[in-house]
């Protein structure tokens, strides 16, 4: 079983699976105000999902300071989650709370 870790700041928590991952990063985490556009979200995933989904790449990187190497492992990440997590059972536990 591969373990999913939490990359926000010096957290390193580990997890047995990405839901609870992407849970701990919107719970315990401080929320995340876009820079290109000033939207309040979630830490970790979500923000990095609003990021690329709402703005260019190139709105990130002038916003972000951000180089070629940072976007590609931020579109790496969302790929995996986007990928092996349900998103949805994510989406439905924090409209609940």
Same mark, same amino acid.
């Given at each position: 079983?591969? $373990? ?21 990063? !919107? ?5 995340? $105000?876009? $820079?290109?556009?000033?939207?309040? @979200? ?13 703005? @260019?790449?190139?709105?990130? %990187?002038?916003?972000? #300071? !951000?180089?070629? &190497?940072?976007?590609? #492992?931020?579109?790496? %990440? &969302?790929?995996?989650?986007? &990928?092996?997590?349900?998103?949805? !059972? %994510?989406?439905? @536990?924090?409209?609940?709370?």
């Amino acid at each position: 079983m591969s $373990q999913w870790r939490c990359a926000i700041g010096d957290c390193n928590r580990m997890f047995d699976d990405g839901e609870s991952l992407v849970l701990h990063q !919107a719970r315990e985490h401080e929320r995340h $105000q876009c $820079q290109v556009c000033n939207t309040i @979200t979630y830490d970790g995933y979500i923000a990095i999902r609003h990021a690329f989904d709402e703005h @260019t790449r190139a709105e990130y %990187v002038r916003a972000y #300071e !951000a180089d070629s &190497k940072a976007v590609r #492992e931020r579109e790496r %990440v &969302k790929e995996i989650v986007e &990928k092996e997590v349900n998103l949805r !059972a %994510v989406f439905d @536990t924090l409209e609940e709370e």
